[in-house]
């Protein structure tokens, strides 16, 4: 099973500021990596599909880059609304389709 | 516009099954594969297992195997998630969410309500 990493736990940034978030995976995932974004008592939402591509509706400030191991989700300039927890997910084709999600990030007030 | 709208919220004994629903309204169900997420209270997102509508076929993820069946009835477009042998550990809220895509693709546009599932004496 492919297991996500992602780093930090906790980041603490303030409106305006920009966000850099991590995601490792223990094998080559190729660009099957999707982002998402959860509120309190929400479910998740899309924000990036294959790796680097935005979801409908997501505004140009949340990009997301990175093939293999290695990926980020970037938000340029932090509004309010975007303080939230933060999930990578992927999906391996090998012998099934299989989805795991790291652990999360959270984007919390300075 | 489709959107999932999830059964209620349940409380069983410890040892039983629940079963959970998901049902499409406003597009096409079929043609997309339904997963289903549980996240624990105050944790993150796990990947229970996902089902092909169109075609009736199902795969889990390991930890569940043995446990979890996913169904689907494309005359209703509903999908069903039916958790078996309950234990505190499974008290949770439980998602079901649709592929963006039935292609070669990664990312679950859109997600159910959440259902949630607390496994009591």
């Known amino acids: 099973e492919i297991v996500l990493t992602q780093s930090p736990a906790t980041l603490s940034l303030s409106p305006g500021e920009r966000a850099t978030l991590s995601c490792r995976a223990s094998q080559s995932v190729s660009s099957y990596l999707a982002w998402y974004q959860q509120k309190p008592g929400q479910a998740p939402r899309l924000l990036i599909y294959?790796?680097?591509n935005r979801a409908t509706g997501i505004p140009a400030r949340f990009s997301g880059s990175g093939s293999g191991t290695d990926f980020t989700l970037t938000i340029s300039s932090l509004e309010p609304e975007d303080f939230a927890v933060y999930y990578c997910?992927?999906?391996?084709?090998?012998?099934?389709?299989?989805?795991?999600f790291g652990p999360g990030t959270k984007v919390d007030i300075k | 516009q489709v959107q999932l709208v999830q059964s209620g919220a349940e409380v069983k004994k410890p040892g039983s099954s629940v079963k959970v629903s998901c049902k499409a309204s406003g597009g096409t169900f079929s043609s997309y594969t339904i997963s289903w997420v549980r996240q624990a209270p105050g944790q993150g997102l796990e990947w229970m297992g996902r089902i092909i509508p169109i075609l009736g076929i199902a795969n889990y993820a390991q930890k569940f195997q043995g446990r979890v069946t996913i169904t689907a009835d494309k005359s209703t477009s509903t999908a069903y998630m039916e958790l078996s042998s309950l234990r505190s550990e499974d008290t949770a809220v439980y998602y079901c969410?649709?592929?963006?895509?039935?292609?070669?693709?990664?990312?679950?546009?859109?997600w159910g309500q959440g259902t949630m599932v607390t496994v009591s004496s």
């Open positions: 294959d790796a680097s």
């Open positions: 997910q992927q999906r391996s084709n090998w012998p099934e389709i299989l989805f795991t």
């Open positions: 969410a649709r592929d963006r895509s039935p292609g070669d693709s990664t990312g679950f546009d859109i």
